[in-house]
C-alpha cells in the first residue's frame, strides 16, 4: 500500500527530466518595408491636418465620399490614381507632389532602416546621465 493520502494525485513522470538543449537567440526580424498605400494616407492626413480640414471638408471638395478618404488616409484602401489626383487637388497639391512626398517618406524609411541594420549595437543606446 502506498503512503499516499487518499484523494491526492501522484505525479509519474512522462521521461526523465533532461535539461533543455541550448537554443540558439531568434533573430530580430527585420522591420517590414511600409506599403505604399501607407505612405500615401500619412501623406494626405498629415497635409490635411496641417492646413486644419476636416475629412469631410476634404471629401467633399474631392468629390469623394468621406468614409473612402478615411480608409484611404488609414492605408485600408488602394486609391486609384484618379482618386488620388482629387484628394490631392482639394489639398491644393497635384499627384506629382503627393507622390514626391510619399517617395520621400519612403526614401526616410529606407535610410533609418539602414542606420539600424549598420549599427554594431543593432539600434540598442544606452545614454549616462
Known amino acids: 500500500m502506498s503512503n499516499q493520502a487518499p484523494n491526492q494525485a501522484r505525479v509519474i513522470p512522462l521521461r526523465p527530466h533532461e535539461p533543455a538543449p541550448h537554443l540558439p537567440e531568434p533573430a530580430v526580424p527585420a522591420p517590414k518595408e511600409p506599403l505604399w498605400r501607407d505612405l500615401v494616407g500619412d501623406v494626405l492626413r498629415r497635409e490635411r491636418l496641417a492646413q486644419e480640414r476636416t475629412l469631410k ?31 490631392a487637388r482639394a489639398l491644393g497639391l497635384d499627384l506629382g507632389d503627393l507622390l514626391s512626398l510619399a517617395h520621400s517618406e519612403l526614401t526616410e524609411h529606407r535610410d533609418r532602416r539602414q542606420a539600424r541594420m549598420s549599427s554594431p549595437y543593432n539600434g540598442l543606446c544606452l545614454v549616462a546621465a
Do not use: F, N
Not at 66 to 84: D, F, H, Q, T, W
Open 57 to 87: 471638408d476634404v471629401a467633399d471638395a474631392a468629390r469623394i465620399s468621406m468614409p473612402y478618404l478615411s480608409e484611404v488616409e488609414r492605408g485600408r484602401k488602394e486609391a486609384s490614381s484618379e482618386v488620388l489626383a482629387a484628394a
